[in-house]
């Protein structure tokens, strides 16, 4: 079975510039979760979806973040314009079921490592 | 808001010693709880899980029971290997569907 699929790897950008980041889940799960992870911390959710819809955006900077799952498969999360302080790995997930349904467990993907000077 | 709390690391242990990592956590309602396990090199990936008071998740030689009474999910190992060496997360999910993760402890086994 494929696991979660993340594109790109790596990015650099300056700071202001726009960056997007892509994610591909497993098939069939229902759930989609992106994270922020900055060095030494845990992963921080940024958005929760079930199929296209949003199940929690509340730690989303909205002024700068924005994501998208359109038909409920893959997604896109997009920072516009990006800060320093957007330096991070950034996690995608994903899960048959809701969290802290019974079907919970998250795959995750590799990560996006983004570097902004 | 919910938290988890997660011993700080790092940890350096001998190969057969006895691991503990502690977690405790804040959250309303009754989350379930995680351990995940980031190997070096490696994405983040499920080690355990418990979905209520006194359940007990194990895997691969770990436990770690529910405990509400203290609120705390500990990671345990009898006996730990060099290829344990890893980065442990804790996490938990509510019922409304939030997830939220610890710091992380950076485990490093020695021969």
């Known amino acids: 079975e494929a696991g979660v699929a993340q594109s790109p790897r790596y990015k650099i950008i300056e700071k202001r510039q726009s960056v997007a980041f892509w994610c591909n889940p497993i098939?069939?799960?229902?759930?989609l979760y992106w994270y922020q992870q900055i060095l030494g911390q845990g992963p921080k959710l940024l958005i929760q979806?079930?199929?296209?819809?949003?199940?929690?955006d509340s730690q989303l900077p909205k002024d700068r973040f924005s994501a998208e799952r359109l038909k409920g498969v893959d997604s896109t999360l997009k920072i516009q314009p990006a800060k320093l302080e957007d330096s991070a790995v950034y996690l995608c997930?994903?899960?048959?079921?809701?969290?802290?349904?019974?079907?919970?467990?998250?795959?995750f993907g590799p990560g996006t490592r983004l570097t902004v000077l | 808001g919910d938290s988890v709390t997660q011993m700080e690391g790092p940890v350096t242990l001998s190969e057969e010693a006895f691991l503990t990592i502690n977690c405790t956590y804040t959250?309303?309602?009754?989350?379930?709880l995680f351990w995940y396990v980031q190997y070096p090199g490696e994405g983040l990936q499920l080690l355990l899980k418990?979905?209520?008071?006194?359940d007990k998740g194990s895997n691969k030689g770990f436990e770690a029971t529910y405990r509400k009474e203290t609120t705390s999910f500990h990671l345990e190992k009898g006996s730990v290997q060099v290829s344990d060496s890893a980065v442990y997360f804790c996490?938990?999910?509510?019922?409304?569907?939030?997830?939220?993760f610890g710091d992380g402890t950076t485990l490093t086994v020695k021969p």
């Open positions: 959250a309303t309602g009754y989350p379930s």
């Open positions: 098939s069939g799960h229902a759930t």
């Open positions: 997930a994903s899960s048959l079921g809701l969290a802290g349904g019974d079907l919970d467990e998250q795959f």
């Open positions: 979806f079930q199929n296209n819809g949003v199940v929690d």
């Open positions: 418990a979905t209520k008071a006194d």
């Open positions: 996490a938990l999910s509510t019922n409304a569907g939030k997830s939220t």
